[in-house]
Nanobody, 122 residues
Framework: QLQASGGGLVQAGESLRLSCAASSRAVTNNGMGWFRQGPGKEREFVAAINWNGGSTAYADPVKGRFTISRDNAKNTVYLQMNSLKPEDTAIYYC?????????????????WGQGTQVTVSS
């Protein structure tokens, strides 16, 4: 099971750090990803990281502002979000990939967590 946390209400320009805790050590061998779903929108890719943290991928709208990282000893993946914008408002989900690499392809992910709400006011 994956549990995302750390969301909240912030003003534009502020930061948040999301966490995704895994209850199974099996995900330490998997790529991990963050996705988001804004109001009235489809779920979209945000960031991904490979099994050992050596490779990452980001969606264009968040490049340079968001950073994904992982601590396999803690079975946790993080998403540091800086310079937040109102358009970042969404429910953020984490999931593990079926392989070890960082991928943006939605269909490669399993075990979606419940999500955490991020709201950015202008």
């Amino acid at each position: 099971q994956l549990q995302a946390s750390g969301g909240g209400l912030v003003q534009a320009g502020e930061s948040l750090r999301l966490s995704c805790a895994a209850s199974s050590r099996a995900v330490t061998n998997n790529g991990m990803g963050w996705f988001r779903q804004g109001p009235g929108k489809e779920r979209e890719f945000v960031a991904a990281i490979n099994w050992n943290g050596g490779s990452t991928a980001y969606a264009d709208p968040v490049k340079g502002r968001f950073t994904i990282s992982r601590d396999n000893a803690k079975n946790t993946v993080y998403l540091q979000m800086n310079s937040l914008k109102p358009e970042d408002t969404a429910i953020y989900y984490c999931a593990h990939a079926i392989g070890a690499w960082a991928t943006s392809e939605n269909w490669r992910y399993r075990n979606w967590g419940q999500g955490t709400q991020v709201t950015v006011s202008s």
